[in-house]
C-alpha cells in the first residue's frame, strides 16, 4: 500500500551545525507535504509544507526539498539549536473530494538529538 | 494551542468499557480529525468531521465512533475498549479547504487494561 517512511529513525548533531532530515514517498498522487516537530509529551507543530509542484521552500532556518523523481523529500534546518530536539514527521496530503476530506498519511517519524 | 481542548488527558480504564475522547475547539473550524499514535506507526487517521454530523472514517476506524453534533465538539467513542486501543489520541483542527495547516491538541493518553 501507499506509505510515507522516513530514512533513519534517529539522528543526532552537533549544536550548530546543519540537520537533514529525509523521507521517502510512494504515493505520486499527493498533492502537498508536510513536515511536523513533536516535542515529547506534546502535539505535532506544523512546521513547513510544500506543494507537489515545487522544488523547494524555504522557512525560518527550515529549507524542504522535494525530489519528484526519486519520490523523496528533505528537511534541512540550519544552526540547528537544543530546542530543536524533537520527533520529527512527515505527511504527505491527498487531494480533496468533493465533502473537501483531507487525509494526511504520516511517515514514522525521526527522533533529533542536539549535542550542546 | 490553536484553542483546542482534548478531555481527558489521561485515562485508565478497564477491558470491555466504553469510552468517550473529547475535543473542543474555540476557533470555529470546520474540519477536525481524530488520530492515534503508537511506537512504530506514526499518526494514524481513526475518523474526521468536515461539518456539523458530517463525518468519515479513516484508515484504522474499526472499533471506534464519532459524533459531531457541534462545530465546537468531536467526540471519540470506544464502544467496547480492547488492549490494542491502548494509545495516544490526538485531535486535529485545520481551518478551511485549501489550507494544509493542522493544529493539534495537547493528545490523550489512554491505556486500556
Known amino acids: 500500500g501507499e506509505s510515507v517512511g522516513l530514512h533513519l529513525p534517529t539522528l543526532s548533531v552537533q549544536e550548530g551545525d546543519n540537520s537533514i532530515i529525509n523521507c521517502a514517498y510512494s504515493n505520486s498522487a499527493s498533492d502537498y507535504f508536510i513536515w511536523y516537530k513533536q516535542e515529547s509529551g506534546k502535539g505535532p507543530q506544523f512546521i513547513i509544507d510544500i506543494r507537489s509542484n515545487m522544488d523547494k521552500r524555504q522557512g525560518q532556518r527550515v529549507t524542504v526539498l522535494l525530489n519528484k523523481t526519486v519520490k523523496h523529500l528533505s528537511l534541512q534546518i540550519a544552526a540547528t539549536q537544543p530546542g530543536d530536539s524533537a520527533v520529527y514527521f512527515c505527511a504527505d496530503g491527498r487531494g480533496y473530494s468533493g465533502a473537501g476530506s483531507y487525509q494526511l498519511t504520516f511517515g514514522k517519524g525521526t527522533k533529533l538529538s542536539v549535542i550542546p | 494551542d490553536a484553542g483546542i481542548t482534548q478531555s481527558p488527558r489521561h485515562k485508565v480504564t478497564e477491558t470491555g468499557t466504553p469510552v468517550t475522547l473529547r475535543c473542543h475547539q474555540t476557533e470555529n473550524h470546520r474540519y477536525m480529525y481524530w488520530y492515534r499514535q503508537d511506537p512504530g506507526h506514526g499518526l494514524r487517521l481513526i475518523h474526521y468531521s468536515y461539518g456539523v454530523k458530517d463525518t468519515d472514517k479513516g484508515e484504522v476506524s474499526d472499533g471506534y465512533s464519532v459524533s459531531r453534533s457541534k462545530t465546537e465538539d468531536f467526540l471519540l467513542t470506544l464502544e467496547s475498549a480492547t488492549s490494542s486501543q491502548t494509545s495516544v489520541y490526538f485531535c486535529?483542527?485545520?481551518?478551511?479547504?485549501?489550507?494544509?495547516?493542522?493544529?493539534f491538541g495537547q493528545g490523550t493518553r489512554l491505556t486500556v487494561v
Open positions: 486535529a483542527i485545520r481551518p478551511r479547504q485549501g489550507v494544509t495547516e493542522a493544529f
